[in-house]
């Protein structure tokens, strides 16, 4: 029998809030001063894949040493943190606070499982940091998303077995990280990206926790 629902765990950029715009613009700084090719079709890449990965993909096979992709990645995150002190609750995508807060009501955990190493500084601008139960960030774990680590390492701080998780994701690296964490998978975007799912909106206004809880 399938295991009751006890804990949600949100992912953070293009779910709570859409920061992939400003992590666009800062890659593309870096690209313009460095002669990089890259453009929002690479960029859609990105999507939940951990910063040096995400240069990875942007160098797509060029050959450039540990110390300059060191200094390349610290200095999109330089102008992404700019980006960052900037955005206020406004930033918060439809009505997802309500959402969050109507869990926590009927008594649901709720947690955030975010790939970014700048998850919690987002949530404090963002004034929602105090709502959560428990935070797993870019830092929490080795392996990141699509490995099952980070989201088991939020079950665990939760209390709660991973078959008791839905996770809410908009990447298809952070839908196939849940389904390997033996959890039950929303996405939010299109079925390309997220067709994977248990259950799949096209966008964040349309998620609708009564059918996730009756159909999941
Ligand atoms: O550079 P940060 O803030 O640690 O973020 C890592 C990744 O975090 C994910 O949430 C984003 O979807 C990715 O685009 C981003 O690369
Ligand atoms: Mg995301």
Excluded at 23 to 47: I, M, P
Excluded at 159 to 180: R, T
Aim: net charge negative; proline share 2%.
């Amino acid at each position: 029998m399938a295991k009751e629902i006890k804990a949600f765990i949100f992912d953070l950029d293009g779910v709570i809030t859409d920061t992939a715009e400003y992590h666009y613009k800062s890659w593309q700084s870096l690209a313009d001063e460095e002669d990089l090719f890259f453009n929002r079709e690479v960029n859609e890449k990105l999507r939940g894949v951990s910063r040096m990965a995400s240069l990875e993909i942007i160098l797509d096979g060029k050959e450039v040493d540990e110390d300059t992709k060191k200094e390349w990645t610290d200095r999109k995150n330089k102008y992404y943190q700019k980006y960052l002190e900037e955005i206020t609750k406004e930033n918060i995508l439809d009505d997802m606070e309500a959402k969050l807060e109507r869990l926590k009501n009927e008594g649901y955990k709720i947690a955030v499982g975010s790939s970014s190493r700048n998850a919690r500084k987002v949530l404090k601008q963002l004034k929602i940091y105090d709502m959560f139960d428990a935070i797993s960030d870019g830092n929490s774990v080795e392996n990141a998303k699509p490995a099952p680590d980070l989201f088991l390492h939020t079950a665990r701080n939760l209390g709660v077995e991973p078959e008791e998780c839905v996770v809410l994701e908009d990447a298809e690296s952070g839908v196939e990280a849940a389904l390997a964490a033996n959890m039950k998978a929303v996405g939010v975007g299109p079925e390309a990206r997220v067709g994977k799912a248990n259950l799949v909106y096209g966008n964040v206004d349309s998620i609708d926790f009564d059918e996730i809880l009756e159909k999941l």
